[in-house]
């Protein structure tokens, strides 16, 4: 099984060099760093555990929760707009 996704700006292009950790059931299992694309994968995981994915910095959404794992799965992230003061 696999988690796989891709974190993008407001305008859905790639950002490099996120860093996004993984959780399996509530713990933590690893991380992952988007390539130069906003492309990142997290594989070799076990079915029927439950994974939260969450990105470092302001995303939405702010994690993604999938919960017994029994194919493939897609987390996408998007920068949160910057809001002007």
Known sequence: MSITGTVTDANNVGINNVSLALTKNGAAAGT????????????????????????AGSFTPSSQTLNNLAVNATANFKAAPSIPP
């Not at 492309?39 to 994915?53: E, I, M, P, Q």
């Open 32 to 55: 992952a760093q988007t390539n130069v694309l906003g492309n990142y994968s997290f594989g070799n995981l076990a079915a029927g555990a439950n994974y939260v994915v969450t990105p």
